[in-house]
T-cell receptor
Framework: DAKTTQPPSMDCAEGRAANLPCNHSTISGNEYVYWYRQIHSQGPQYIIHGLKNNETNEMASLIITEDRKSSTLILPHATLRDTAVYYCIVRSYSSNTGKLIFGQGTTLQVKP | DTGVSQDPRHKITKRGQNVTFRCDPISEHNRLYWYRQTLGQGPEFLTYFQNEAQLEKSRLLSDRFSAERPKGSFSTLEIQRTEQGDSAMYLC??????????????FGAGSRLTVL
């Protein structure tokens, strides 16, 4: 699975959009981009995933560049409860194991 | 269904003792994963099961660690002769794999181990 690079930390004002970037320049054609987040003292929580088209669900939007070498997770109206570590993970959809390899993630601090 | 359940949530033990953690996955999920997470780090993959078969083990899983999933439902992770370096959060996750389509992993809240 391709390696991802994320900034270690970011701040966001409550009510504003949080834009979390992820670089995955070695991504291959059959690899999806997944985002999970981990709120303090809880297990990771799935947010969204995509291949090449932009995706949106009730939690967030995922914007993937045309060359697929980077992506951005957007939380449109961040709240204090969105304070968490956000992990960007690249994985083949037909992975034999389905396991996820986590990096260090981005710690998002939403401030009042 | 209440998601992935892990028990106990917290365990404090003395060095050299054995500990066992239990994971109850989402009932229809056929895959089950164990991860370990130390402070400030992302979760690290330990092992996974497809039904009752243990199909992959990480090099992190020393011979003091053993995991089972006897009937393809719940799983246990046992650590023998615990060491202080075993102190971590142990996370369990499950997913439904149908053919080559692998769904997302659903994680439990974790079992925090402190070895004194």
């Amino acid at each position: 699975d391709a390696k991802t690079t994320q900034p270690p930390s970011m701040d966001c004002a409550e009510g504003r959009a949080a834009n979390l970037p992820c670089n995955h320049s070695t991504i291959s054609g059959n690899e999806y981009v997944y985002w999970y987040r981990q709120i303090h003292s809880q297990g990771p929580q799935y947010i969204i995933h995509g291949l090449k088209n932009n995706e949106t669900n009730e939690m967030a939007s995922l914007i993937i560049t045309e060359d697929r070498k980077s992506s951005t997770l957007i939380l449109p109206h961040a709240t204090l409860r969105d304070t968490a570590v956000y992990y960007c993970i690249v994985r083949s959809y037909s992975s034999n194991t389905g396991k996820l390899i986590f990096g260090q993630g981005t710690t998002l601090q939403v401030k009042p | 269904d209440t998601g992935v359940s892990q028990d106990p949530r917290h365990k404090i033990t003395k060095r050299g003792q054995n500990v066992t953690f239990r994971c109850d996955p989402i009932s229809e999920h056929n895959r089950l994963y164990w991860y370990r997470q130390t402070l400030g780090q992302g979760p690290e993959f330990l092992t996974y099961f497809q039904n009752e078969a243990q199909l992959e083990k990480s090099r992190l899983l020393s011979d003091r660690f053993s995991a089972e999933r006897p009937k393809g439902s719940f799983s246990t992770l046992e650590i023998q002769r615990t060491e202080q370096g075993d102190s971590a959060m142990y996370l369990c996750a499950s997913s439904l794999s149908v053919g080559e389509r692998v769904n997302v992993l659903t994680f439990g809240a974790g079992s925090r181990l402190t070895v004194l």
